[in-house]
């Protein structure tokens, strides 16, 4: 027959310990797997969409300009991530990839603090990263790689944090409101499509506030949307401004209207 000391059960504290090693033992695993996947994947070699986009930053960096003297009906979120990549780590297959890891450990870590303030269990929180970026690094083969669909992931992240802690911390939401519409814009900047994303989640945190919060809507709107809006403006606004001051503007409309129409 077991002992009395055998039946009893784990206190508050043992558990929280427990719970805590386990975590840190799922924090190793995962950040390993980015790593070593991280690694091999740098000698990947570029397709065809990742080598064009290269080669169009290295005419940016030359001085051509986008949507005039380089044509391409896409966003110019993508050009100006290849364009940043050639000038931190140079302009080969290695100097994207190690960028495109360092911006996909930024979303990871992005996932990490959401699932964490979302009162996720902590070991759960941990594998976040992995079953996100851990898996986009197993599948991915070179046409993959660096494309307009996984680098959005990092603004969407930044949208999803920041709907997380404003939940949490009502007294912060109209930061957070407006770093949710930072990212929005950042979000367009890669792919104007996307931006449904964003706003089907914002509506949601607005639901969700007004239904947790009873207050009045019209005023409970202004104190959400205007955050939001002014969040968007400056990062659009920025992007509206390089496109005047290089003479493109006009072009930059045309392209990306015809493309959207």
């Known amino acids: 027959e077991p002992s009395t000391s055998q039946l009893e059960p784990i206190n508050s504290a043992d558990a929280w310990h427990m719970n805590a090693r ?26 065809g969409d990742q080598a064009l986009f290269l080669s169009y930053a290295k005419g940016m960096d ?6 005039v003297d380089l044509w391409d009906n896409k966003q110019p979120g993508i050009f100006w991530f290849y364009l940043a990549a050639g000038n931190t780590f140079g302009f080969t297959a290695i100097g994207l990839h190690v960028l495109e890891w360092l911006w996909l450990a930024c979303t990871a870590l992005m996932l990490r603090q959401a699932a964490s303030a979302a009162f996720i269990s902590a070991w759960v929180v941990e594998l976040v990263p992995l079953f996100t970026i851990g898996l986009y690094y197993w599948c991915a083969w070179s046409w993959f790689m660096t494309q307009i669909e996984i680098l959005v992931a990092m603004p969407l992240a930044g949208c999803l944090l920041a709907s997380a802690i404003g939940s949490r911390h009502p007294e912060r939401a109209p930061w957070m409101h407006a770093a949710f519409g930072a990212c929005a814009a950042v979000v367009v900047a890669f792919k104007l499509v996307l931006v449904v994303v964003p ?14 919060r009873p207050q009045r809507v019209s005023s409970a709107l202004r104190g959400m949307l205007l955050p939001a809006l002014l969040g968007a403006a400056v990062p659009l606004a920025l992007a509206a401004l390089h496109f005047v001051r290089n003479g493109s503007w006009n072009e930059f409309v045309r392209e990306i209207g015809r493309a959207h129409v």
């Open 22 to 47: 386990s975590a840190r033992q799922w924090r190793l695993l995962t950040w390993s797997v980015i790593v070593c996947l991280g690694v091999l994947k740098l000698f990947f070699p570029l397709e």
């Open 62 to 67: 030359q001085g051509q300009r986008l949507y």
């Open 199 to 212: 706003i089907a989640l914002w509506l949601v945190w607005v639901g969700y506030s007004l239904a947790s």
